[in-house]
Structures are given as structure tokens and as C-alpha cells.
């Protein structure tokens, strides 16, 4: 909670203002929904940029997903994004020297 907490304090206004939008959206989901969505997003978190569009765009994106959630998706993969529950936060050494 703390590093998505010092995430959100470190946005720029426009994308605070991105944030609320999506998950404002998100929030009108059936929970089902709202579950896979938040899943995509958590798994796309360590791609690429370039690689994260061309899953959003493929066929099995288009296929589990509606043109509004993969919209979701992408505005939410846009945004620099905290390190999940257990996660590492970007930069941390997961393999300390001994």
C-alpha cells in the first residue's frame, strides 16, 4: 500500500486525472469483470511498452476482452504503475549478495 501510495503522489496532475477515469470505469464493472481486468493489468505490468499494445491488440485480447475494458486496460497500463502485493518494487535487488 505504501509504494502504490508513493506512486500516486509522484504522478502528474493529468495522470492522477487518467487514474480516477479508469478505475472510475472499472468500479462500473461486474466484479467477474473488474477481476480480469485487474488481472490483465497486473500481468502486463512487466512488459514492455511496445510489447504491452501488441497484447492488448491481439486476437486473444479482442476475444476475453470488450473494445471499453481493453480501453481500461490500456489507459491503465499507460500509467506508472506500483509494484503489486509481494511484488518488487522496479530497481529492487530480488537476489541479495551474500
Do not use: C, Y
Amino acid at each position: 500500500m505504501l509504494n502504490r501510495m508513493d506512486t500516486w503522489e509522484h504522478l502528474t496532475p493529468e495522470q492522477k486525472q487518467q487514474a480516477r477515469q479508469v478505475f472510475g470505469q472499472m468500479r462500473q464493472l461486474p466484479p467477474d469483470r473488474q477481476r480480469m481486468v485487474t488481472t490483465a493489468v497486473r500481468d502486463l505490468r512487466s512488459m514492455p511498452p511496445d510489447q504491452r499494445e501488441r497484447v492488448i491488440d491481439s486476437p486473444r485480447f479482442k476475444g476475453m476482452f470488450s473494445d471499453q475494458e481493453r480501453g481500461m486496460i490500456r489507459g491503465a497500463a499507460r500509467l506508472p504503475l506500483a509494484p503489486g502485493e509481494g511484488e518488487p518494487a522496479p530497481g529492487t535487488d530480488t537476489h541479495p549478495r551474500q
